[in-house]
């Protein structure tokens, strides 16, 4: 996770319960209790693997919702547009606003 050496060595007393929690998030995150542990000290929500997740997915979809949208302006240059065509801009454009703020509540909530 990170390009550092980890130099220092820290002791750390857990009690059973705190041991399976931090085994279970660690696990869960896919870390080793040592990463997930550094995880939670620098706190920093790019490293959340839900919000990476989410905003390569928000990326694949403005890239999908882009590609649509130049072929609505192609056809706008070529003078073939139709009204069909603005509706659908109006529908790609709804659907990535909806797509950015549910992507927005979902890293506030972070």
Known sequence: ??????????????????????????????MN??????????????DHPEIRDLLKRLVNEVNHIGVNINQIAYRNNAGIYSQKDKELLIAYMRK???????????????
Do not use: W
């Open 1 to 30: 996770m990170s390009d550092k050496v980890h130099c220092i060595k820290k002791t750390l007393r857990l009690t059973h319960d705190e041991n399976k929690i931090l085994s279970q998030k660690s696990t869960q995150f896919d």
């Open 33 to 46: 209790e040592a990463e997930y542990l550094r995880f939670l000290i620098r706190q920093q929500p790019n």
């Open 96 to 110: 990535l606003t909806s797509l950015v703020n549910e992507v927005v509540v979902a890293v506030g909530n972070q």
